[in-house]
Structure formats: C-alpha cells, structure tokens
Nanobody, 123 residues
Framework: QVQLVESGGGLVQAGGSLRLSCAAS????????MGWFRQTPGKEREFVAS????????YYADSAKGRFTISRDNVKNTVYLQMDSLKPEDTAVYYC????????????????WGQGTQVTVSS
C-alpha cells in the first residue's frame, strides 16, 4: 500500500500563487508516476500534471501548461505542484495521485489517491 498526504491548499486572489505538496509513504518503491488531478462539483476528476518518479519526465494538461510546474524530491518521497498566475477556473479540490504502471493519466487508472486539498481562487 501507498499512502499520500497533501498540503498547501487555500484561498488566493486571481494572479496569485500556491504550492501544493504530496508526501508518499509505504511501498513507495512501487510508484511509477505521481501527479495531481482536480475536481469540481458535478464534474469528473481531471488530470492536471504528473511526473515519472525515476526518470523525471513531466506531463501537463493544456490548462496547466505555462502556469503550473510539477517537481519531485525522491529523497523526501514528495511531489510538488507550483501553481502561478492562478485563475478563478482553477478553483477545485486537488488530489494527489500515484500510479504503479505505464497506463494513461486517467482517473480510473490511478492506484492511490490522497484525501484532497481545496484550492479557491477569487476574482
């Protein structure tokens, strides 16, 4: 099992920044890819960004490109999401996610989820 604990959400004005953190514990050696999804009421959980745990390759949704940066610290078993130039439409619950395989970054292929952290961007 892998446990994921997020931190760093909150309220910020449009144009501001937030940094989310996700600490992994347990069988972390089994992780292939970690990243972030987000969800708003009535909508499906959508991919935001991810990073391959050992190779470091990064992947971004179009909505995140140029504004968000994902990084990882293999020693601390932690993934970070730096979010800049935030917009009201970025408001959502952000979930840390971990995969043990090469499967696509789609919610149904995620093996482990964090509990979620609220990000609210005011206009």
């Amino acid at each position: 099992q892998v446990q994921l604990v997020e931190s760093g959400g909150g309220l910020v004005q449009a144009g501001g920044s937030l940094r989310l953190s996700c600490a992994a514990s347990g069988r972390t050696f089994s992780i292939y890819n970690m990243g972030w999804f987000r969800q708003t009421p009535g909508k499906e959980r959508e991919f935001v960004a991810s990073v391959n745990w050992f190779a470091g390759n990064t992947y971004y949704a179009d909505s995140a490109k140029g504004r968000f940066t994902i990084s990882r610290d293999n020693v601390k078993n932690t993934v970070y999401l730096q979010m800049d130039s935030l917009k009201p439409e970025d408001t959502a619950v952000y979930y840390c996610a971990a995969k043990q395989s090469l499967k696509p970054n789609i919610a149904r292929f995620i093996d482990y989820w964090g509990q979620g952290t609220q990000v609210t961007v005011s206009s």
